[in-house]
T-cell receptor, first 116, second 114 residues
């Protein structure tokens, strides 16, 4: 158990719908990362938050958004869902790192999204 | 841009033997970190081992060791004494930028035969 929790574990929805994925980082970790794992794109970084602020953005679609709340949990919102959004979405947390530091990222169990 | 390449989509190894999973990387940043993660069929990502670009020695963690060849830009994972439970997808990743986001290779599926 990494200490990172994600809910729900599975989510099945229809095209055009909107869903929210939730992540609670490990106690004390201020940084949250979201990744998408799909068959065609592999594992891709989406977005990172640190202590409530957006710090880095990857290949995240405009239909997707995220935020980190004062209690440090994070939510990833996916809207106008398409079939191609079906994927495993991971949240990871870590301490904010500095150059040369170890900064292991602890991954949650993931949310498997299926868009029908 | 940074890039991670894993050229072995799938590999087989006999139980109790050693196996090497290949990973090459490309970066112009002198400071970087390399990670290996294991993903069993259940889906979770399990951290295995880390190598920093300034580390003088190859990293080791139990049965896992990292063959780090900086000049060749390779960071191969060596698993000694393979076990049936080692059957999984293995991902090589590089930490990118001050924010620490990870970029991943395409993965290698390892199957351990009894």
């Amino acid at each position: 158990d990494s200490g990172v929790t994600q809910t729900p574990k599975h989510l099945i929805t229809a095209t055009g719908q909107r869903v929210t994925l939730r992540c609670s980082p490990r106690s004390g970790d201020l940084s949250v990362y979201w990744y998408q794992q799909s068959l065609d794109q592999g594992l891709q970084f989406l977005i990172q938050y640190y202590n409530g602020e957006e710090r880095a953005k990857g290949n995240i679609l405009e239909r997707f958004s995220a935020q980190q709340f004062p209690d440090l949990h994070s939510e990833l919102n996916l809207s106008s869902l398409e079939l191609g959004d079906s994927a495993l979405y991971f949240c990871a947390s870590s301490e904010f790192q500095t150059v040369r530091s170890y900064n292991e990222q602890f991954f949650g169990p993931g949310t498997r999204l299926t868009v029908l | 841009a940074q890039k991670i390449t894993q050229t072995q989509p799938g590999m087989f190894v006999q139980e109790k033997e050693a196996v090497t999973l290949d990973c090459t990387y490309d970066t112009s940043d002198p400071s970087y970190g390399l990670f290996w993660y294991k993903q069993p069929s259940s889906g979770e990502m399990i951290f295995l081992i880390y190598q920093g670009s300034y580390d003088q020695q190859n990293a080791t963690e139990g049965r896992y060791s990292l063959n780090f060849q900086k000049a060749r830009k390779s960071a191969n994972l060596v698993i000694s004494a393979s076990q049936l439970g080692d059957s999984a997808m293995y991902f090589c990743a590089m930490r990118e930028g001050i924010e620490g986001k990870l970029i991943f290779g395409q993965g290698t599926e390892l199957s351990v035969k009894p």
